[in-house]
T-cell receptor
């Protein structure tokens, strides 16, 4: 069946790069998304990548997609305390808002 | 441009009661989705409305219902509340062919 998997926690030092990984199973997915949720808040769309791309960069964020292995990663350069949050990976189809979500990775920043 | 607005933000109910949550999407967005978020189950899709029609539905009992009005505002209702319904209920409005979702801050429901 359809499933999106992420590790539950990642701990990094302030200033280092964070790499959050995700695997998905639905090869027909058109888009893959990264959302961020800060404590007590809703989810914020960080970025998304179209399935025929293998990389997308947006300021400190780099998304890498390995479609063959169904592996998606989010790299955050120069991680700051404000990056502390839960990061969700999700997959979806064209104009279909019923996304399939991972359980979220909690990013912990060590001083 | 105003974001997605959910009301109320917090509410406490007792078992057996019912609750109605409201969501105003971003202006111009016609799709509204509802999610339940709990520590144990994570994010679970409830339903999606588009132009007043329920287009997709998740695997929740019939106690969970929703509707969308002609101005795209949406409400969801949970009847005969159970303790397990305690959760953060998130609403998201959708835009674009890439399926981007824009979330509200959520309504945190506690059932006692």
């Amino acid at each position: 069946g359809e499933d999106v998997e992420q590790s539950l926690f990642l701990s990094v030092r302030e200033g280092d790069s964070s790499v959050i990984n995700c695997t998905y199973t639905d090869s027909s997915s058109t888009y893959l998304y990264w959302y961020k949720q800060e404590p007590g808040a809703g989810l914020q769309l960080l970025t998304y990548i179209f399935s025929n791309m293998d990389m997308k960069q947006d300021q400190r964020l780099t998304v890498l997609l390995n479609k063959k292995d169904k592996h998606l990663s989010l790299r955050i350069a120069d991680t700051q305390t404000g990056d502390s949050a839960i990061y969700f990976c999700a997959e979806g189809m064209d104009s279909n808002y019923q996304l399939i979500w991972g359980a979220g990775t909690k990013l912990i920043i060590k001083p | 441009k105003a974001g997605v607005t959910q009301t109320p933000r917090y509410l406490i109910k007792t078992r057996g009661q019912q609750v109605t949550l409201s969501c105003s999407p971003i202006s111009g967005h016609r799709s509204v989705s509802w999610y339940q978020q709990t520590p144990g189950q994570g994010l679970q899709f409830l339903f999606e409305y588009f132009s007043e029609t329920q287009r997709n539905k998740g695997n929740f009992p019939g106690r969970f219902s929703g509707r969308q009005f002609s101005n795209s505002r949406s409400e969801m209702n949970v009847s005969t509340l159970e303790l397990g319904d305690s959760a953060l209920y998130l609403c998201a409005s959708g835009k674009g062919a890439a399926g981007e979702l824009f979330f509200g801050e959520g309504s945190r429901l506690t059932v006692l």
